[in-house]
């Protein structure tokens, strides 16, 4: 199982959390981007990110909780991006979104909020890369983990394995020790209040790691 670290919310400053980030082995950081539509929160800009993220040694997974990704799309793109995921639940055809973001030669991502369920994605998986199952409502870190969205990770597993698809399953939201035990056919975790509001970032990958 592979980690992403949401840095959304963290005991530290922006700087100092990326830092943290990149002496640990988790394989991605996961930047979370918020227009204040899709969610009514925002983050960060591209131009402060840029400059903390231009450096890191870290693959970067973007998940943009955005109504309209188009431009989002093509600024993050040039950062050492491993995956763009965009929402489902948008206004604007998805099938235009995977192909601009392939055309940058970076692996697409569909997230789903915990109420969306997968026949709405069926047709799709055959052209991703990624499924973010949404374990909380998108727009804040530190949410508690909805286990209610659990039956979904069995049920893409087996939709991969027939058919033969290729796409990881990942998950986002209240994701901790406590969690971590429904979690093991799960490919990338990503886990932000857990990790990133303690003392110790790599000991609590660890315990992320170990299941
Ligand atoms: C929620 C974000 C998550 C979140 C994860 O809208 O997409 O990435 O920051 O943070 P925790 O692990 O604290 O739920
Ligand atoms: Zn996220």
Redesign the pocket.
Known sequence: MKVAV?F??SNYNLIETINKINNTNAEYI?V?IMDGIF?SNTTYQFDDLYNVLKNTNKLLDI?L?VDNPINYIIEYQKLNVDTITIHYEINHSIIDLINLIKGYKIKAGIAINPKTNIDSIKKYLNLIDNVLI?S?E??????EFNKEVLPKIEELYKIRKENNLNFRISI?????DKTIKYLNLIDVV?????ICCSNDFQKQIDILKKG
């Open positions: 949401s959304l919310k996961h979370d969610v998940h909780m949404m909380v998108p727009g804040l870190g530190g949410q986002d939201g209240g994701v901790n990503i886990s932000g209040s857990f």
